[in-house]
């Protein structure tokens, strides 16, 4: 019997102390998992506060554009000019170069549609097309965020994904002006939304087409990306009728209206739209475009990469089947920032792509709290070093011009003063504005002089002439303006024929010799 108690007492004590051991490891791997969330949430402040620092600098920006009465860019001043002649009924797709005035509408005409009633109300002015492009960015991160959430039904990645996209300084920098990429971007991403969202409803594949269209007729560009994103998504989510759907009703209605407008403008459309891009193209400005994203955005780049190549293999996500395709599709489409005469507005939809990218990786990683923390923290670092890149290479784009108010205003004076035609380059916002039509595109009539398609004799002997009461020539510290806008031969007449009349914020005030 007493051996009999000592076997049971033994036993109890051994049982007793392995229970004690399971339950201090079940605390410890408590306590390390709450940790793991204690950091994370660390994690998720510090990338909070980054994309709060984002958002302080778009919202200074954007305010500042559109408290700003004058041109912020050279392109703003053709589009503010095309809006005004939709406004009054004109066809702003003219058939024949060789006659004045010497404009191009490289567009198609949607932006200046959505323009003509505040056009109509409030007259000339820059603030109605700068709201719809500001609109535009911050709807753009909306519909990235909610296909996010739609494909992975993650709480947090979702906002990431939309905030990133505003971190952007393209977004941050081109949204603020007048110009047409934001509309077509954010109707390309309307577009990819309402096909996820609603890929099992017949009406939503006509919907997705419906956008898609309107999107290519306010660039014809964005024909690329998001068509064939939706199109290998839905390929791949094993819906191939409703991918053959798609295509069929974006690539028919889109080339049918292309047939329609052409032949109502007879043959305008076409020569604008397509003849008129004669730009050469330069694979240094790729090339240099790419370093700088590079070196500015590797870690994004390190983190997509991971997602794209490891996701096969284990916990695949629905995201990545659109992710992929969008991003090489966009990436194909940035190419053409070679062109002579682009900008960061040719990166934009590649911006888009890499921020939805990153939301889908930050979602596909979610199965390790600690792979998660490792994501968050990369991605916050990453934030900062969008914000000082913004900082440092966009903000003085905007806030420079804004500065020199005062200048501005005085040029503005002078045209509106001037009875007779102006010409103007990087200011040639003011000559629509101040209620008179644009004349002359020096840039863009340079390419077409260069590439054979406008022959510029006449326009030659109207400068020689006198014929112009007024041209003002931008002339920054650091870089030549007018010798990539003005051909060789009009710079000399205008040497010649012209005198300086005074000079304000780097542009100098000519007027015809007596």
């Not at 010409?423 to 004349?439: H, I, N, S, W």
């Amino acid at each position: 019997m007493p051996g009999s108690f000592r076997r049971i007492s033994g036993a109890s004590f051994a049982y007793n102390n392995q229970d004690s051991v399971v339950s201090w490891w079940l605390m410890l791997k408590k306590f390390r998992f709450s940790f793991a969330k204690l950091v994370l949430g660390l994690a998720l402040i510090g990338l909070a506060v980054q994309f709060g620092f984002s958002l302080w600098t778009y919202a200074r920006l954007a305010g500042a554009a559109l408290s700003f009465p004058y041109p912020l860019d050279y392109g703003e001043g053709p589009l503010l000019d095309q809006t005004l002649r939709l406004a009054d009924g004109e066809n702003i797709y003219k058939n024949d170069f060789s006659v004045p005035p010497y404009t191009i509408s490289n567009y198609p005409p949607l932006f200046l549609l959505l323009q003509v009633p505040f056009a109509k109300i409030f007259g000339p002015a820059f603030w109605y097309g700068r709201l719809i492009s500001i609109l535009g960015q911050l709807l753009t991160a909306v519909f990235i965020g909610l296909t996010l959430w739609t494909l992975t039904g993650d709480r947090v990645s979702p906002a990431v994904g939309g905030l990133i996209f505003l971190a952007f300084p393209y977004g941050q920098y081109w949204s603020t002006l007048n110009r047409i990429d934001l509309l077509a971007l954010v109707l390309s991403w309307a577009a990819l939304f309402v096909i996820v969202r609603w890929a099992d409803r017949r009406w939503g594949v006509y919907a997705g087409a419906a956008l898609l269209v309107l999107s290519i007729y306010t660039r014809q560009s964005y024909a690329l990306a998001a068509p064939f994103g939706a199109f290998v998504w839905l390929l791949a989510s094993r819906r191939w009728r409703k991918a053959v759907y798609l295509a069929l009703l974006t690539g028919g209605v889109a080339l049918g209206l292309f047939l329609v407008v052409n032949l109502w403008t007879r043959g305008g459309f076409f020569l604008n739209i397509v003849t008129a891009n004669v730009n050469p193209f330069y694979w240094n400005t790729v090339r240099w475009n790419m370093e700088e994203l590079g070196r500015n955005a590797y870690l994004l780049a390190a983190l997509i990469a991971v997602f794209l190549l490891a996701e096969r293999f284990t916990n695949r996500t629905r995201s990545w089947l659109l992710a992929l395709p969008y991003l090489a599709a966009a990436g194909l489409s940035a190419l053409t920032i070679g062109k002579d005469g682009s900008n960061v507005n040719y990166l934009l939809e590649l911006a888009a792509a890499i921020a939805f990218a990153a939301g889908a990786a930050l979602a596909w990683m979610n199965r390790s709290v600690w792979v998660r923390v490792l994501a968050v923290a990369v991605l916050a670092a990453q934030v900062w070093m969008l914000n000082a890149w913004v900082q440092e290479n966009f903000v003085g784009r905007i806030m420079e011009r804004v500065k020199h108010e005062g200048a501005v205003a005085a040029l503005f004076r002078k045209v509106s003063e001037t009875e007779g035609t102006v010409l103007a380059d990087e200011f040639m916002g003011l000559v629509p504005l101040a209620g008179k039509r644009l004349y002359y595109q020096p840039f863009e009539f340079k390419m077409l002089a260069e590439g054979g398609v406008w022959d510029e004799t006449e326009f030659l002997s109207s400068i020689a002439d006198g014929k112009f009461s007024l041209i003002l020539w931008y002339q920054p510290p650091d870089w030549p303006a007018i010798e990539s806008r003005w051909t060789a031969r009009q710079r000399e007449l205008i040497q010649n024929y012209y005198t300086r009349d005074g000079a304000y914020e780097f542009t100098s005030i000519l007027r015809p010799k007596k």
